[in-house]
Structures are given as C-alpha cells and as structure tokens.
C-alpha cells in the first residue's frame, strides 16, 4: 500500500527557515510527478510547489517562488520543500501529494496520493 509521510514542520520565528521532507514508499516514487500543498482551517487546499518525475521541471505558486524550492531525491524517495523568509501567512498544514503523468499540477484532484500533513507555525 503506497504511503506519503511528511515530516519537518514546527515553530519558527518569522524570517526564520524550514525544510519539509515527504517520503513515498509502495509506489515506484521515480515516476511519480510531487508536489506540496497547504491548507488553512475553513480555506480550500491551496498549491505550494511541484517537481515532475524526472526533477527538471518545477511549478511554484507565483507569490511563494523565490522563498520556496522544491526538489526531490529519488534514491531515498523523497521530496523536500525548503521554506525561507517565513512569514506568518505561511502558517498552514503542509501536504504532500504524488501522481502519473500530471497534465495540471496546481489543482488537488489530479493526485493519487497524499501525506497525513505537517504543521508549520510561524510566529510574529
């Protein structure tokens, strides 16, 4: 049974860094198009980031690129998401998804897999 596990979340202080990791296990992760999410209580699941199965590609939220990179390392079957100049509106629940041959990466319902999420705080 394929399962993504995120980890990496916590408390930092605004202008503070994070790195998020997802590892995949039951899923051949090297064909897998990633991608992180996040969401708020009471919002809709918003896209943060992708990297497609062959790590060439990369799709940022166009207010979050230049502070966030996603990458990917296959031999450990893993996806990061390094967060830097974290402000408080980055507080969420970070997700992370995986699915075939993506023909949309930004919306939710075109992924297969998703983690149990990881929560990221940002103080003022």
């Known amino acids: 049974q394929a399962q993504l596990v995120e980890s990496g979340g916590g408390l930092v202080q605004a202008g503070g860094s994070l790195r998020l990791s997802c590892t995949a296990s039951g899923l051949n992760f090297g064909s897998y198009d990633m991608a992180w999410f996040r969401q708020v209580p009471g919002k809709e699941r918003e896209f943060v980031a992708a990297?497609?199965?062959?790590?060439?590609?990369?799709h940022y939220d166009e207010d979050l690129e230049g502070r966030f990179t996603v990458s990917r390392d296959d031999a450990k079957s893993t996806v990061f998401l390094v967060m830097d100049r974290l402000k408080p509106e980055d507080t969420a629940v970070y997700y992370c998804?995986?699915?075939?041959?993506?023909?949309?990466?930004?919306?939710?319902?075109?992924?297969?897999?998703w983690g149990q999420g990881t929560q990221v705080i940002v103080s003022s």
């Open positions: 990297i497609d199965q062959s790590g060439l590609i990369r």
């Open positions: 998804a995986g699915g075939l041959r993506l023909q949309t990466v930004k919306v939710p319902h075109a992924y297969e897999y």
